[in-house]
C-alpha cells in the first residue's frame, strides 16, 4: 500500500488517455468542413486547455470496432504489433471546443474526399457512430502538452493556414487577449468556406478562398503571407488588403517554393519565450506550402526561426503516417 501511495505521489496522471466517445450530432457548416460534436461520460475529464490542441481520432473496422486497438498508455507500441488488418485507422485532428459540463468535444472536419479514412468517416459521420478520441485529462498537470501555440509576450501573432489549420486558428483566435494585434489568414476550397469566428479588434482575419477545385494549396496564400509582411512594417490600418496587391505577389510565387521536398523539416515548435515587441508567426497546413513560408518568413522578412512555429500538417500524397 505505501508502495503504491508513493508510485502515485512521483508518477503524475499521463497527460493523454483514451476516451470513447459516440457522435452527437453532424453539422454540414459548409461545402467543406463538417462540425462532429462527440459526446460520451468519459468526456466530462476531456482537457479544457484550448487553443491549438491536438488530438488522434481512432477509427473503427468495419466488423470489428475497436475490439483490438490496445488500451493504455503504451497503445502505440502494442497497436504496432497487431496484424496490419487489425490496425485501426488513426488521424491527428484539434478539439474546436469543448464543453465538460455536456460531456462534449467538437472536432471540425475538413473534407478531401474518400481518400483517407478519416475524410471519408467524417463525410457520412452520424448520430451514434463511435469512435475513440486519444487526448488530454484535464487532471493531468501535463494536459497542455499537445498545444503549439505558445507566442510568448509579443506584440503582433501572425496565424497562416490552409482549411486544416482552420479549426486550430479558429480556436486560437478566440482565445486571444482584446488588446491582441495582428492577422490570421485562412486559404480554404472554395468562397462557400468562410466560416464565422470572433477575433479580437485588432487582429485582421482574411479567409482566402482558391479559385478553383484542381488550385494548388497555398495558392492564396502565400502570397497573403508575403502582402501582410509588406505591409507590416507600416501600421496595418492605413494599408487595407487588396486582392490586387496578393495577385502581384503570386506572380513572383516560383514552382520550386511550393516543391515537395524529403530533406527538409516539416514542423518546428520554438518554445514559448518573451520576445518583447517582436512578431510570432504560426503556421500550419500542407507541409510544401508551410515550410516555404517559414522559409520566407526566416530568410526573407528577417523573423528570427524562434519566433516562427511551423507544422506540416499533411502531406500532398501520403497518408498521415502512423
Ligand atoms: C496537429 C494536427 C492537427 C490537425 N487538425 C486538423 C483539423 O482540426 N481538421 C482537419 O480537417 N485536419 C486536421 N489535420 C490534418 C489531418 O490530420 C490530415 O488532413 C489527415 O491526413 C487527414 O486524414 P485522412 O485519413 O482524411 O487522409 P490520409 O489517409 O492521411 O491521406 C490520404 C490522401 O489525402 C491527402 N490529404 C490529406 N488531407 C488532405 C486535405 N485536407 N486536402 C487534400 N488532400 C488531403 C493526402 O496527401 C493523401 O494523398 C491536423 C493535422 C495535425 C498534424
Redesign the pocket.
Known amino acids: 500500500m505505501l508502495t503504491s501511495v508513493a508510485e502515485s505521489v512521483v508518477r503524475p496522471r499521463p497527460a493523454y488517455r483514451t476516451f470513447r466517445a459516440a457522435v452527437a450530432r453532424a453539422e454540414r457548416l459548409s461545402p467543406h468542413f463538417v462540425r462532429v460534436t462527440f459526446a460520451g461520460e468519459e468526456l466530462a475529464d476531456f482537457g479544457t486547455a484550448g487553443l491549438?490542441q491536438?488530438v488522434k481520432l481512432v477509427f473503427p473496422i468495419e466488423g470489428r470496432g475497436f475490439a483490438d486497438f490496445p488500451a493504455g498508455e503504451d497503445w502505440y507500441r502494442a497497436w504496432r504489433e497487431l496484424p496490419a488488418d487489425r490496425r485501426n485507422?488513426f488521424?491527428?485532428?484539434?478539439v474546436?471546443a469543448v464543453r465538460p459540463g455536456r460531456r462534449e468535444v467538437d472536432?471540425?472536419?475538413?473534407l478531401?474526399g474518400d481518400?483517407?479514412?478519416?475524410?471519408?468517416w467524417a463525410a457520412r459521420a452520424s448520430e451514434g457512430d463511435e469512435l475513440l478520441i486519444i487526448g488530454p485529462d484535464e487532471r493531468s498537470p501535463e494536459r497542455t502538452v499537445g498545444i503549439?501555440f505558445r507566442p510568448g509576450a509579443v506584440d503582433t501573432v501572425l496565424l497562416a493556414g490552409?482549411?486544416?489549420?482552420?479549426?486550430?486558428i479558429c480556436a486560437i483566435l478566440e482565445q486571444l487577449p482584446a488588446d491582441a494585434s495582428g492577422a490570421a489568414l485562412i486559404e480554404v476550397p472554395s468562397p462557400a468556406d468562410v466560416l464565422q469566428v470572433a477575433a479580437p479588434e485588432g487582429v485582421e482575419v482574411r479567409w482566402l478562398a482558391r479559385s478553383s477545385a484542381d488550385a494548388v494549396?497555398g495558392e492564396r496564400l502565400v502570397p497573403a503571407v508575403r502582402d501582410w509582411v509588406a505591409r507590416a512594417t507600416t501600421p496595418i490600418d492605413d494599408r487595407p488588403a487588396t486582392d490586387a496587391a496578393a495577385d502581384a505577389s503570386a506572380a513572383a510565387l516560383s514552382a520550386a517554393e511550393l516543391a515537395d521536398g524529403d530533406d527538409v523539416p516539416l514542423w518546428d515548435v520554438p518554445e514559448g519565450r518573451s520576445l518583447d515587441g517582436a512578431c510570432y508567426a504560426w503556421l500550419?497546413g500542407?507541409a510544401s506550402v508551410i515550410t516555404s513560408l517559414r522559409r520566407f518568413l526566416v530568410r526573407d522578412a528577417g523573423l528570427d526561426r524562434r519566433q516562427v512555429a511551423f507544422?506540416g500538417?499533411?502531406?500532398?500524397?501520403?497518408?498521415?503516417l502512423e
Open positions: 491549438d491536438r485507422a488521424r491527428t485532428y484539434t474546436r472536432v471540425d472536419f475538413a478531401h481518400l483517407g479514412p478519416a475524410s471519408a503549439d490552409d482549411e486544416t489549420a482552420a479549426p486550430a494549396h500550419a500542407e507544422m500538417y499533411w502531406r500532398r500524397g501520403r497518408a498521415e
